[in-house]
């Protein structure tokens, strides 16, 4: 039987998958964690306050719940780490390694581990960039997360462990108010328009970035950790593409339900971070490998996410 433990569950996107692991394995069977605790305490399933630093607790918790995989989604995004960059480097990087080495010891089946399009720089082909290319992240972040897909890399060979990992693009989804990244303008986007009917972004009008839609993000999570692994070609990290678009193209699709509202541009320092990502991914190695296809494309997202907050506004934080 499996069991699973998720780290940083209470984040924009474990918030969504502890609930679609929840289904797949039974309440029962899944162990959300996080450094914070839910507001309330109010969590529907297992949960344990776990700083993902602190290697013994990790272990003892490990052991204690009979733990078979682990979804190792802590950690400081983009535009924080930028803030704080040796916090960022310690959570991001001594997490994931205390991570891997307690897998390696209690025999963990399979780890997930997230990475992003933040591995690629400037130097990189802007549109539709390949799975393998020239890398050179300018963010702290995005070193990160090229050191972490390398890491994972080599304790798949050297220990041959089965770990997993996909380039996620800026996630967008109703769940959670996001965490401190640069996509985080496109789920704000949707709160302000419903809160104000305006919104001040801090990317450029025509930045585009590759987005998805969290659904989707999640069912891409679940198909990869299904997939056979004799079928699995990327050793590191595969490349996940899902809808590329600019802030003035977010708002044109939002005007298409709510023509009043208005969109200012304000750039800052995340303009910098997001102009150095690419516009657009190619995914076909996730496309051949384990048959992955989005679904939902801008103006599909934007009717949903509208719906799913106008039930629940004003938007509340999980901690
Ligand atoms: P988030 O910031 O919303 O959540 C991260 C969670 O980690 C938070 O709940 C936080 O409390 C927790 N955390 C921080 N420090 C911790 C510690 N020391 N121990 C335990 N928990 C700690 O981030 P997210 O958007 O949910 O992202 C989850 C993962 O997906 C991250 O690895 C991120 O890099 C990756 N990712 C996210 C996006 C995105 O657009 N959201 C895109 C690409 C990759
Ligand atoms: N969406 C994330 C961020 O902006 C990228 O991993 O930090």
């Given at each position: 039987?499996?069991?699973?433990?998720?780290t940083?569950?209470?984040?924009?996107?474990?918030?969504?998958?502890?609930?679609?692991l929840?289904?797949?394995?039974?309440?029962?069977?899944?162990?959300?964690?996080?450094?914070?605790?839910?507001l309330?305490n109010?969590?529907?399933g297992?949960?344990?306050?776990?700083?993902?630093?602190?290697?013994?607790?990790?272990?003892?918790?490990?052991?204690?719940?009979?733990?078979?995989?682990?979804?190792?989604?802590?950690?400081?995004?983009?535009?924080?780490?930028?803030?704080?960059?040796?916090?960022?480097?310690?959570?991001?990087?001594?997490?994931?390694?205390?991570?891997?080495?307690?897998?390696?010891?209690?025999?963990?089946?399979?780890?997930?581990?997230?990475?992003?399009?933040?591995?690629?720089?400037?130097?990189?082909?802007?549109?539709?960039?390949?799975?393998?290319?020239?890398?050179?992240?300018?963010?702290i972040?995005?070193?990160?997360?090229?050191?972490?897909?390398?890491?994972?890399?080599?304790?798949?060979?050297?220990?041959?462990?089965?770990?997993?990992?996909?380039?996620?693009?800026?996630?967008?989804?109703?769940?959670?108010?996001?965490?401190?990244?640069?996509?985080d303008?496109?789920?704000?986007?949707?709160?302000?328009?419903?809160?104000?009917?305006?919104?001040?972004?801090?990317?450029?009008?025509?930045?585009?970035?590759?987005?998805m839609?969290m659904?989707?993000?999640?069912?891409?999570?679940?198909?990869?950790m299904?997939?056979?692994?004799?079928?699995?070609?990327?050793?590191?990290?595969?490349?996940?593409?899902?809808?590329?678009?600019?802030?003035?193209?977010?708002?044109?699709?939002?005007?298409?339900?709510?023509?009043?509202?208005?969109?200012?541009?304000?750039?800052?320092?995340r303009?910098?971070?997001?102009?150095?990502?690419?516009?657009?991914?190619?995914?076909?190695?996730?496309?051949?490998?384990?048959?992955?296809?989005?679904?939902?494309?801008?103006?599909?997202?934007?009717?949903?996410?509208?719906?799913?907050?106008?039930?629940?506004?004003?938007p509340?934080?999980?901690?």
């Open positions: 039987m499996d069991r699973i433990l998720v940083g569950a209470l984040g924009q996107l474990g918030t969504e998958l502890v609930v679609a929840q289904g797949k394995y039974g309440s029962e069977n899944v162990f959300a964690t996080d450094i914070h605790t839910p309330n109010n969590f529907e297992n949960f344990l306050t776990l700083d993902v630093l602190d290697k013994r607790s990790i272990s003892e918790l490990i052991r204690r719940h009979d733990i078979t995989q682990i979804y190792h989604l802590a950690a400081i995004l983009s535009a924080n780490a930028e803030k704080s960059p040796e916090l960022a480097w310690r959570i991001n990087m001594d997490g994931l390694i205390n991570i891997l080495e307690l897998a390696k010891e209690h025999h963990i089946q399979k780890v997930y581990w997230p990475s992003s399009i933040a591995v690629f720089g400037p130097d990189c082909p802007k549109d539709i960039t390949p799975q393998n290319t020239i890398m050179n992240p300018r963010t972040y995005g070193i990160t997360k090229l050191a972490g897909e390398k890491l994972c890399a080599y304790y798949n060979a050297k220990f041959d462990m089965d770990i997993r990992s996909l380039r996620y693009p800026g996630l967008i989804g109703h769940g959670a108010l996001p965490g401190g990244g640069t996509t303008y496109a789920v704000e986007i949707y709160h302000a328009a419903l809160k104000d009917a305006k919104y001040t972004s801090p990317i450029a009008a025509d930045t585009a970035l590759p987005m839609y659904p989707d993000a999640v069912r891409a999570t679940l198909e990869l299904d997939a056979k692994k004799e079928y699995l070609t990327v050793n590191t990290s595969y490349n996940l593409a899902g809808i590329s678009f600019t802030p003035s193209e977010i708002a044109k699709s939002i005007q298409k339900s709510m023509p009043d509202f208005i969109i200012n541009y304000e750039p800052d320092f303009e910098t971070i997001a102009s150095s990502w690419p516009n657009s991914i190619d995914d076909s190695a996730a496309s051949n490998d384990w048959k992955w296809k989005v679904a939902y494309d801008l103006d599909g997202m934007t009717r949903e996410m509208i719906s799913h907050l106008k039930k629940k506004l004003p509340v934080n999980v901690y």
